[in-house]
């Protein structure tokens, strides 16, 4: 075979080559993007994060993020308030019912017709002041017919004491027997009965025909008429006329814990008068003011609660029978007490604590003993002093130690640690339904 000469080796074309050259140019624009967004991204964090030197505010986050390795923790903006010695006064709430000194129901005593309605519905009345009238003629005839009974016996008896006297004289000068004189004795006798009979009778009859004006027999309000003009009434209705509650005074029932009596009960020997406030259902608005009146003789074993009665004068009527009201007993006062307020007051496994602003801007877990509360303020028996700095704002953010930066009044505290503080009060954020911030 012959020999095969060797090929000779091709140009590279001019298209593969410039190919090459476009793809390396699109790989730099690339790159070139990438490094110019990474610079966008850092130099809008820097813009948005807290200077650097301000009180409060940490160093710039390292590898690990807030306080891992490399880095600081950011400052926790909180709102603090400090402790306060002041009198605090010791309140008992509980949920009473609003109730009339004294009901009645209006009845009509004798049956007929309801001729008058002297009143109007609603209206406040006196005890004595006229409500019906009743049609009195059938009363009054009544009346006339025992009043001639008791004036014909009367005369009875008046013809028999004559014939007495007459008897007896004849008696005395032997003329007539004693059986005869002891006879006309008893029929004396019997014509006195006869007309106290009759007396009764008269007097029953004018009971009756008073009965057929019905007046008020308490003072208070009228409720809603139950008759209307013209119907027969009769004194066996059970829904009655109408009805009356005593509204000034009025008083109000409410329990309180077994455990809560020998404090009202030490008050009320020692001679002190206890205060009761009424609020609405709501527990916002004040209604009235009264005085503890009377405590029960038995504590209520199925409840472990003790009723009590307050009394309200109700010269406003701001109270209305059967009302729920929350009930405020003012038991005592606490004289120069630690006060703080009840939001600073946390609750876990340490037991009942709050967190102390220290001087070097860190909070420090306290755990305190808790004194009695008027509902806003809470006393600090063991834990604090008057003076101290305590996170009321914040707290869910906080750990022992951590770094805090005091936010003012006029500013408002951000949701996440380590957010930009809003400066102003008009700057601060606004919140959505659903507890977002919204710009």
């Known amino acids: 075979m012959a020999d095969i000469p ?12 410039n190919g090459k050259k476009k793809q390396r140019w699109l790989w730099l624009a690339v790159v070139v993007a990438l490094a110019g967004g990474g610079y966008w991204w850092w130099h809008a964090r820097q813009q948005t994060a807290p200077e650097a030197g301000k009180p409060g505010v940490g160093a710039p986050r390292g590898p690990g993020g807030p306080g891992g390795p490399g880095g600081f923790q950011a400052a926790t903006p909180v709102r603090v308030s400090p402790a306060r010695a002041e009198d605090m006064k010791v309140y008992l709430k509980a949920l009473g019912t609003i109730t009339a000194y004294n009901t009645a129901t209006v009845r009509s005593k004798v049956d007929g017709e309801l001729q008058k309605v002297l009143f109007q519905e609603g209206q406040l009345v006196k005890a004595g002041d006229l409500l019906v009238q009743i049609d009195p003629r059938p009363y009054q005839v009544a009346l006339a017919q025992a009043q001639g009974t008791l004036e014909q016996n009367r005369a009875q008896l008046d013809n028999a004491r004559r014939d007495l006297e007459r008897y007896q004289t004849l008696y005395a000068q032997d ?15 019997q014509y006195e009965g006869t007309l106290k009979t009759n007396q009764a009778v008269v007097d029953n009859a004018k009971l009756q025909l008073d009965y057929t ?27 009655g006329l109408v009805i009356i509650t005593q509204t000034q005074p009025i008083s109000l029932l409410f329990t309180i814990a077994e455990g809560d009596l020998p404090d009202v009960l030490t008050q009320l020997r020692a001679g002190k008068t206890l205060a009761v406030q009424a609020y609405d259902r709501a527990d916002v608005r004040h209604l009235a003011d009264g005085v503890l009146t009377t405590v029960d003789n038995q504590i209520d074993t199925t409840t472990g609660t003790v009723k009590l009665k307050a009394r309200f004068e109700n010269k406003d009527e701001s109270l209305f029978p059967n009302q729920f009201v ?55 028996q063991e834990g604090l002093k008057p003076g101290d700095r305590i ?5 869910d953010r906080l750990r022992d130690g951590a770094p805090v930066q005091v936010v003012t009044d006029s500013e408002t505290v951000p949701e996440a640690a380590g957010s930009q503080l809003q400066r102003g009060a008009g700057q601060g954020t606004r919140r959505r339904g659903n507890g977002r911030a919204a710009p």
């Open 6 to 17: 060797p090929q000779p080796e091709r140009a590279p074309s001019s298209s593969t080559s």
């Open 175 to 189: 003329s007539i027997a004693r059986q005869q004189v002891d006879t006309q004795v008893a029929l004396v006798r």
């Open 213 to 239: 004006r019905v007046a008020a027999p308490i003072s208070g309000r009228l409720g809603l008429r139950q008759v209307d003009l013209g119907n027969l009434v009769r004194s066996s209705d059970t829904n």
């Open 326 to 380: 929350n009930a405020r007993l003012h038991v005592r006062t606490l004289a120069g007490a630690t006060v703080i307020p009840a939001g600073a007051v946390q609750r876990g496994t340490p037991g009942t604590f709050v967190y102390v602003v220290n001087d070097d801007n860190t909070v420090s877990l306290r755990v305190i003993k808790l004194g009695p509360s008027d509902g806003e303020r809470v006393s600090v």
């Open 391 to 395: 996170v009321v704002e914040g707290v």
